[in-house]
């Protein structure tokens, strides 16, 4: 079952095309990973998927619905951990997740029950009434992930999920997506990390300068090209990957 499915996705910021008539699938279950370097477009598809801005042309379908013509019932069927840090720094742990369960319609008793579980999944319960700027950028990032599972989402798009993580903290998000995925929740990320393309991602679509290079896994990527990820997208690009 397909869960996003685009075909000629096209953004373009005024005369700057940062997407460039794409098309991929992504199924229910998987794992699938946009890699490639900042400015590779990777998080223009990703907003345009989560409704946050609307393709310049192409058809992007997100459980069978337009993200033009249904944009609050997409939303409503999604978990968000954006790349920048947008917690509210005058709210506590706790209080950042209950204020953001307002936004899907959850009651106060629910969304309690829920943010205490979270919190405990993702190891922050003895912070929930720490404030934000008290945190470290291990537990803010961790805060972001149980945001995005509030509303018990079927597909979670992760942006640049581990960005300026120590290695300690990367491996507990990894612990934590690998979890969601065992019971099968899609999850969509961005990623310029090779080792984190390789653990996690059943599927990557390799971007440059807006375009999908090659979409297959990266056991097979690296089979058909020889070496790691990062020798993939040295001989399909030309050039090497930088963050």
């Not at 805060?143 to 903290?169: F, K, M, Q, Y």
């Not at 290079?213 to 990820?229: K, N, T, V």
Request: proline share 5%; net charge negative.
């Amino acid at each position: 079952m397909n869960i996003v499915t685009a075909k000629g996705l096209t953004k373009d910021y005024g005369p700057l095309r940062a997407v460039d008539n794409i098309d991929f699938e992504i199924f229910k279950g998987e794992c699938f990973g946009f890699l490639g370097p900042n400015g590779a477009g990777k998080t223009s598809v990703m907003r345009i998927i989560h409704c946050l801005m609307p393709p310049t042309s192409g058809d992007v379908a997100v459980f069978g619905m337009s993200v033009i013509e249904k944009p609050s019932q997409i939303k409503s069927k999604i978990g968000v951990m954006p790349q920048d840090d947008n917690l509210d720094p005058d709210l506590s742990v706790f209080e950042n997740l209950i204020v953001y369960a307002r936004y899907f319609d959850i009651p106060r008793k629910d969304s309690s029950q829920l943010a205490w579980e979270l919190l405990e999944f993702l190891g922050l319960k003895d912070k929930a009434d720490v404030k934000i700027r008290s945190l470290s950028g291990g537990m803010k990032r961790r805060l972001l992930l149980s945001r995005a599972l509030i509303n018990n989402p079927e597909l979670l798009v992760l942006d640049e999920p581990t960005t300026g993580l120590d290695p300690h903290s990367r491996l507990i998000v990894w612990e934590k997506l690998d979890y969601l995925k065992s019971k099968n929740t899609t999850l969509i990320l961005t990623t310029h990390y090779m080792e984190e393309a390789e653990k996690l991602c059943d599927r990557v679509a390799i971007m440059d300068s807006g375009k999908i290079i090659a979409i297959d896994s990266p056991l097979r990527l690296m089979g058909m090209h020889g070496g790691s990820l990062e020798d993939v997208y040295l001989k399909l690009t030309g050039r090497p990957l930088e963050s």
